[in-house]
């Protein structure tokens, strides 16, 4: 009679094999998950640049007045969010926004903002007005740039 079953050096094999698969496809996964944070940041960012930029454009065309020293950009992101009153409208508001976006690497709503009266690369907002947003996190990207150059 014959008995069914494993050989020890079987079981070791296919551990072996099991554990050399196991080894590749964990860096695989993580490299997946910072691919996929990395699109969701840029995402992010078009989104309230964008928002930015309708909202200097409705200003620029007289829909929303200027205030000083803005150049029509808004004064801060919750104004993007909360929205403004357009001119000839008693109470309605135009909202660029939903929300504020969740910044995928730092996990919070929290956005580094630039002045039009800052430097271009300035870490530093003036508080004049949010000429362009980046991000707070210190790491770096897989093509070798920080995100907080973005």
């Not at 069914?4 to 554990?19: C, H, K, N, P, S």
């Not at 496809?25 to 078009?46: C, I, K, S």
């Not at 409705?58 to 803005?70: D, K, R, S, V």
């Not at 580094?112 to 800052?118: E, P, Y």
């Amino acid at each position: 009679m014959m008995e069914r079953g494993f050989t020890l050096v079987e079981l070791i094999a296919t551990m072996a094999i099991m554990l050399l698969l196991a080894s590749v496809a964990v860096p695989l996964a993580r490299l997946r998950v910072q691919r996929a944070r990395e699109a969701e940041l840029r995402r992010d960012l078009r989104e309230i640049r964008q928002a930015i930029d309708r909202y200097q454009d409705l200003c620029l065309q007289g829909n929303i007045p200027e205030t000083a020293n803005t150049f029509c950009y808004p004064p801060d992101l919750q104004t993007l969010v909360k929205g403004v009153p357009l001119k000839g409208t008693a109470e309605v508001k135009y909202k660029f926004l939903r929300k504020i976006p969740v910044d995928p690497m730092t996990g919070k709503a929290e956005w580094g903002m630039r002045s039009m009266q800052d430097d271009p690369d300035s870490k530093s907002w003036g508080g004049e007005d949010v000429f362009d947003v980046y991000s707070l996190a210190q790491g770096t990207a897989l093509d070798g740039s920080k995100y907080s150059d973005w």
